[in-house]
């Protein structure tokens, strides 16, 4: 029990020009704390990424648990002359459930990530498109997505593309 | 002074910013370890990820469960050694980074209590470097502490949004916490129907409490740093009000709504404790729960009389220890993290052997021995590794994977057993 305190044990306010620069700290802390939640709401209309906004159980959040995804990709034929054929992706086969649970939320960075991935993974898949439909429901409307990436600038020859 | 001065770098019971980083930092160590590492098999799944910025996307390599459950082992016990002993604002800095990098390599974490947590963490590097020797010697002594002020108006900032959200319709009208609503609250409600209480009312009845309950937090953050100060009073009588709502509310939270909010509701809770109790409350609550701290405290004076050679193979020891606690819990990335650890207990005790100062080194490295005996306990002991193993053999089943699903299932099944 005969420790000698250090200087800072039992802290006493910053001096003179420390201080100041410690309330120019706090200052821009508070500033930055306000801003980025405000920001949310000075973007107007529904925004969905609610990240770093204290938006806890939103409405927002809510409604979009509603809605639903689906993926498409249009893939080359197996042989000259025939049309190339669509797909449907069963996304929960090909990403974790959390990635399409974000992918309802219209998180841009990783729909854009996902069809990217989706081009680089298989040279046949010549588009992939994602689209995300939400019910009218009261509350929020949630606006309908439909993103589409063409994996290869060349048109696809063979006629429009089938269904299966 | 200045009202600005006054409000910053007033005085404020020591044992308040003392006691709130230690039991902060000791919950997010069991934390990390109980809920996050469970979930750590999936990151790198299937080869995709996505962080929060598109900067660490193009910076960072593909997350994978080593990093992932690595960097979360070494956030718990990195925490511990600062629940055990003070050693230094750059152990806080690399705590604040390793924690807020978790969450930041990946959209797999959207909680936005992790990022409450990184602020808070930051704030911690800039509280006062106190002991608990000091603090259980001196009683209730007052410290400027501006980093403490700033984490009662970070929580506040927090509470004020939070409220804002509550003010749209779906909260006004009580549907949004219908709809969350546990079946604890479903008979609450079918009581309150029972004795003729319309659904209207009972719902908007609770979002209107949420509400009200927030305000009196915000009121009580914002005035905690002065509580001590000023010893007014109505200040106390607020702080009672606010450390009430605190208890109200999560607990309310944790019981009548179905959410998965992993433990923000106990974090808040204990930083209200902190925040709003007497601070003679607090005193005596550490002189219960804070001797380790003491005791590893001490030690750095009574390390001073011990021979350097002694002195050295203790640190051996302790390293060994580390280096088997990590390979022991048999996690990815663990290993690695309890061979990291041991090279610093090893590495820092030699350069402080070079400079003649071996026995200022000893409360860390006992304190490193500690959290490792206490990480590889928490594992043992808690369902984190099964729970683990299961998900990821869920997941190699769901993609076909038979064989490595089987590995991992049984791997969990010995775990299970072992708890057993």
Redesign the interface.
């Known amino acids: ?3 000698p ?2 200087p ?7 001096p003179g020009r420390a ?1 100041f620069i ?2 120019l700290f ?1 200052l821009a ?2 500033v930055w ?2 801003a980025v ?1 405000l920001s949310y ?1 000075v973007r107007g209309g529904v925004q969905e990424d609610q ?9 927002v959040w ?1 409604a979009s648990k509603s809605c639903n995804v689906l993926a498409f990709e249009v893939v080359a034929p197996s042989s000259p002359g025939e049309p190339p054929s669509v797909r449907r992706l069963d996304l ?5 459930s ?2 399409v649970e ?1 992918a309802r939320q219209n ?1 841009g ?2 729909v854009e ?2 069809l990217r ?1 989706r081009c680089d993974r298989d040279p046949s898949v010549l588009q992939v498109e994602i689209m995300r439909t939400c019910p009218v429901a ?2 929020p409307v949630l606006p309908e997505v439909d993103r589409r990436l063409t994996c290869h600038v060349d048109p696809p020859s063979g006629g429009p593309p089938r269904t299966p | 002074m200045r009202a600005w001065d006054r409000y910053w770098f007033g005085p404020v019971a020591a044992i308040r910013p003392y006691l709130a980083m230690k039991a902060v930092l000791c919950l997010l160590a069991f934390d990390v370890w109980v809920l996050h590492v469970p979930v750590g098999w999936r990151y790198g799944t299937d080869g995709f990820n996505v962080a929060h910025f598109h900067w660490l996307d193009v910076l960072q390599p593909m997350p994978s469960p080593e990093l992932y459950v690595g960097l979360m082992v070494a956030v718990g016990m990195l925490a511990l050694v600062c629940v055990f002993s003070d050693p230094g604002r750059w152990a806080r800095t690399l705590l604040a980074l390793l924690y807020t990098y978790g969450w930041t390599m990946s959209l797999f974490d959207v909680y936005q209590h992790h990022y409450l947590l990184s602020l808070i963490l930051i704030a911690f590097v800039f509280f006062p470097r106190a002991r608990a020797l000091v603090v259980s010697r001196t009683g209730t002594p007052a410290v400027s502490a501006w980093a403490y002020a700033l984490v009662g108006a970070t929580v506040a900032i927090a509470y004020v949004f939070a409220i804002v959200t509550k003010l749209e319709a779906e909260w006004q009208t009580g549907e949004l916490i219908r709809r969350l609503a546990s079946p604890a609250l479903a008979s609450v409600w079918a009581w309150a129907e029972s004795q003729g209480m319309s659904p209207g009312l009972f719902w908007q009845g609770q979002a209107l409490i949420a509400i009200v309950t927030e305000c009196v937090l915000v009121v009580g953050y914002a005035l905690a740093p002065r509580v001590d100060d000023l010893g007014s009073r109505w200040l106390r009588l607020i702080a009672w009000f606010a450390l009430a709502a605190a208890i109200s509310l999560h607990a309310g939270t944790e019981l009548f709504l179905r959410l998965q909010i992993g433990w923000f509701s106990y974090y808040m809770i204990l930083i209200a404790a902190i925040y709003f109790l007497p601070s003679s409350v607090l005193v005596r609550v550490h002189a219960l729960g804070g001797r380790p701290a003491a005791g590893l405290a001490s030690l750095r004076s009574a390390a001073s009389a011990v021979p350097r050679r002694a002195m050295l193979i203790g640190v051996a020891s302790v390293a060994a220890l580390v280096g088997g606690a990590g390979f022991a819990v048999s996690l990815p990335g663990a290993g690695t993290v309890g061979l990291i650890a041991a090279s610093a207990v090893v590495g820092g005790a030699l350069l402080a052997a070079a400079f003649g100062r071996l026995h200022e080194v000893t409360p860390p490295v006992l304190a490193t021995g500690m959290a490792a005996v206490l990480m590889w306990a928490t594992f043992v002991l808690s369902s984190a590794r099964v729970e683990y193993y299961d998900g990821l053999g869920r997941f190699l089943q769901s993609r076909g994977a038979e064989a490595a699903a089987m590995a991992a299932f049984e791997q969990a099944r010995r775990y299970r057993s072992s708890r057993e």
């Open positions: 029990l005969t420790t305190t250090s800072d044990t039992l802290a006493s306010p910053p201080r410690v309330s706090i802390w508070l704390q306000g939640p709401y990240r770093f906004s204290w938006r806890m159980f939103s409405q809510l929960r086969h090909v990403l974790h959390i990635w974000q998180r960075p990783l990530k996902f991935a009261p509350g």
